[in-house]
């Protein structure tokens, strides 16, 4: 195997950036001109029939046959003039990757003439087959029927792969019982009732807000590496991270490779992945290195969350696709490589209004600022109400690797707010017994007035925290690179609507009693203040002190995926999905089986690889480079070189020994484990032994691999260095 890592090597230091050619038009010009977007359905439909959809689709309303029909006359016609020969309905099931299944323009009539066929039933519905997917128990594995439905509130696209070009039409999954096998569906759903939460709220301010649309804005962190290395390393194929690895002498200790000068092949990458992005309607705009070796970062602008989900998904297809190109394979694994920054998916979420009001942004005026305050103040007690059922959202196997790292967020849901806004809310807690008297004006009592309109050029960063404000938007950090945002924002959304829809109660009630409206806003916000000032936290979250510190605020900290998605079936989450009418019951614990054996499965999988590995690879290769060692030794010997010369020898024979003996010992007992776990029948006790009992022997093993590496002779050693991977593009 040393001979493929050399090859290998040998590859990567005669690659050359792979030529693109600049599109001719600008940026500007050539975005979503793969798009059904609006001015694609002004051109291609009948202005009767435009006119409709859009109210339809703004209004929220279901699209009757005709409209289905016109709609898929003038979208067959576009996608064939883009040379489109396919179509098919793109959807999100339960497996964290897209899924599609293509049909054929191309048909017959009645007579036997060829023509070209699409119509809005094709269009509104599909039947792909469901028993493959991932449904926790919904559904026997033999009722195979399942349903996607066309989302209209989502473009359809052209994506082109290998020269051939096809419609893609997003959808949502369901199943034939009618529940949700996908994440798009209780997305939508999660965004419905937090329009209608915000904009009941809105109308203490403003009479004329009538939608809230919730933004988003997702910054995508990743890894490259030459193809060529990779398929010389048989874990990161397998498992897409790094199961063996010694750390290289210099790795991101110097802080050179943040915002430096990007690698000219990768350059070329970049360049052609942002102009197929453009086409797609993805409006990235930044792009530059990231703090570890090898790992960068691409960023859109703010979009509808929905559109914003569903470009990112594209996004980590598209970018797979072009890596390939240019010889690159793209690594999203939240950790691919220990001791190096891990990569995570940064959300960062707002709310906005049609009359153009950032609600998450301070104004100018006294009464914005109250405006501003209450979903300010309404998103950290959501946070700090179900803080646990937020950590559940993220929970995946590999983000287990990179939450509480040294890089990354801890596994604790804290808010950042920045020193200014904290002491506008340790302000407003402080004047909670302060008197108000009739005709007193209560904005420049309580000091709302004084907030400035430029606070959010006066709030600091902490990227120590899960959970942050900055400036004009939550961000949230612990979101791991590789996943579907759907399910953290589904939850977002659905924590912030659940309290909105409680603010408005409680200060309702007020009213009633006779207060003034903007008194018992400030009553309610100043008793939200209080009683969730526990989950703000301005320090390191990185630090040791800070988790004594959350075990005394009574804030959960929970590392490990097995427990943490105990709060996805408890009463109150239950309780809260079911209310909004989100996800149902059955939904409900059929995601939480879901998740528990897709960490199963990869645990597995990263143990029987590992496993693999060092027998088959690793033992080997020590024994035949400890043979050598032992011929040395006895030819020493044979010439009266005995004593000092053979001692360093046989120390390292020793050692090599030791530690092959570790492995030995480690792989039977981690298989024994693996056999145990399997026979436990339910999926949560499963879950926990595989992380118990199999997922922690890995460090033992991982251990005593790379204390090997760095004995056994450079040009024997099976697999590519960390120094390799890391450094060579």
């Known amino acids: 195997m040393s001979i493929l890592r050399f090859k290998a090597l040998e590859l990567v230091d005669h690659r050359k950036p792979v030529l693109v050619v600049p599109a001719t038009e600008s940026r500007s010009a050539s975005f979503g001109k793969n798009v059904f977007n609006t001015e694609a359905m002004r051109v291609s439909m009948s202005g009767s029939a435009f006119k409709k959809l859009q109210a339809t689709i703004k209004q929220g309303h279901a699209i009757d046959s005709d409209l289905a029909d016109a709609v898929a006359a003038g979208m067959k016609a576009w996608a064939l003039a883009k ?188 360049l052609e992945f942002e102009e197929e992005a453009t086409k797609l309607g993805i409006p990235l705009r930044t792009r530059h290195n990231e703090v570890a070796p090898n790992q960068f970062e691409c960023a859109p602008t703010f979009e509808d969350a929905n559109l914003a989900v569903d470009h990112n998904q594209l996004l980590m297809d598209l970018m797979g696709k072009v890596a390939e190109r240019h010889n690159f394979k793209i690594l999203l694994h939240e950790k691919p490589f220990a001791g190096i920054n891990g990569s995570g998916k940064h959300n960062n979420w707002a709310m906005s209004t049609d009359t153009g009001v950032n609600l998450l942004a301070p104004g100018g005026r006294p009464k914005e600022n109250l405006q501003f305050l209450t979903f300010f103040v309404n998103v950290i007690k959501a946070v700090h109400r179900y803080g646990e059922l937020l950590r559940a959202s993220i929970a995946s196997a590999s983000n287990d690797h990179r939450l509480g790292a040294n890089e990354a967020p801890p596994a604790i849901m804290s808010v950042f707010v920045g020193s200014m806004l904290d002491s506008v809310l340790d302000e407003l807690e402080r004047t909670a017994k302060l008197p108000l008297d009739k005709g007193d004006n209560i904005y420049l009592k309580l000091g709302i007035d004084k907030i400035p309109a430029i606070l959010l050029d006066n709030t600091d960063r902490n990227r120590t925290s899960p959970f942050a404000f900055t400036g004009n938007k939550f961000e949230f950090r612990a979101v791991g690179s590789s996943a579907n945002c759907s399910s953290a924002m589904t939850t977002l959304n659905a924590i912030v609507a659940d309290q909105l829809i409680d603010f408005k109660a409680t200060v309702d009630g007020l009213i009633e009693k006779g207060k003034k409206k903007e008194v018992a806003i400030v009553e309610v916000l100043r008793d939200y203040v209080i009683s969730s000032k526990n989950v703000r936290f301005e320090g390191n979250g990185y630090s040791d002190e ?24 408890r009463e109150d989450a239950a309780a809260l999905f079911e209310r909004h009418h989100i996800l149902t019951h059955v939904e409900l614990h059929a995601r939480h089986e879901i998740l528990l054996e897709d960490y199963i499965k990869k645990i597995q999988i990263e143990g029987r690889t590992m496993g693999d590995l060092a027998i088959n690879h690793i033992i080997p290769t020590a024994i035949a480079y400890q043979t050598k060692l032992i011929n040395n030794v006895c030819g020493l010997r044979e010439i009266g070189l005995d004593g000092d010369h053979t001692n360093v020898t046989l120390d390292t024979i020793k050692a090599i ?56 002779a450079d040009e024997d050693w099976p697999l590519v260095k960390y120094r390799e991977l890391l450094f060579r593009h």
């Not at 403003?206 to 398929?231: M, N, S, W």
């Not at 800070?546 to 079936?569: C, F, Q, S």
């Open 83 to 270: 040379g489109a020969t396919h179509y098919t309905h793109w959807f999100q099931p339960l497996t964290g990757a897209t899924a599609e299944k293509h049909d054929s323009f191309f048909d017959l009539d009645g007579e036997g003439k060829a023509i070209d066929k699409f119509k809005g039933s094709a269009l509104v519905q599909q039947e792909p087959d469901a028993s493959s997917f991932p449904n926790g128990g919904i559904r026997n594995t033999f009722e195979a029927r399942g349903y996607t439905a066309w989302d209209p509130t989502s473009p359809a696209f052209i994506l082109e792969t290998a020269g051939a070009k096809t419609l893609c039409i997003p959808t949502i999954f369901v199943a034939y019982t009618g529940e949700a096998l996908d994440y798009k569906a209780p997305l939508l759903k999660s965004l419905a009732v937090l329009e209608k939460a915000a904009v009941d709220v809105c109308h203490y301010f403003d009479k004329d807000v009538q939608r809230v649309h919730t933004t988003l804005g997702i910054e995508q962190e990743y890894f490259l590496v030459d193809k060529a290395l990779y398929d010389a390393r048989p874990d990161l194929v397998m498992t897409g991270r790094t199961l063996f690895g010694h750390a290289p002498s210099k790795g991101q200790q110097l802080e050179d490779h943040y915002f430096g000068s990007i690698p000219s092949r990768v350059h070329a990458f970049m």
């Open 546 to 569: 800070w988790k004594e510190e959350a075990a005394k605020r009574g804030l959960a900290n929970v590392p490990t995926t097995p427990h943490a998605l105990d709060a996805l079936i």
């Open 657 to 712: 020994s030791r530690y092959v003996s570790t492995i030995k010992t480690e792989v039977d007992a981690m298989v024994e484990s693996r056999k145990v776990a399997n026979k436990i029948e339910d999926t949560h006790e499963r879950a926990v032994a595989y992380c118990e009992t199999i997922r922690d022997r890995f460090d033992v093993i991982r251990r005593a691999v790379d204390k090997l590496e760095l004995m056994v």
